[in-house]
């Protein structure tokens, strides 16, 4: 048995955690290229690996692997900009 505890999440903590979630989703589809933010959604929201998404999209899985990591580059980079401006 693990010896961590997992802490069970209060309402409040899940509505925010819910919150950050859209704030991203968002971010992701209006900030980023559509390429970039395609591939990341078929990644982390239809769960394909970079093989099915290459596939799909019809190029070698270097640059999907490519466009997810910019992309989630710049996804950092707003939310951080975001923090610190207070939007």
Known sequence: FSSH??????????????EDIGRIWYLIKKRLSHIEAHAILLQYHDNLNAKEIAEKMNVDTATIRGYVSKGLVRIRDLLDIKRHTNY
Do not use: W
């Not at 802490?7 to 955690?17: D, L, R, V």
């Open 5 to 18: 505890v997992c802490k069970q999440k209060t309402p409040e903590e899940i509505i925010m955690m819910k």
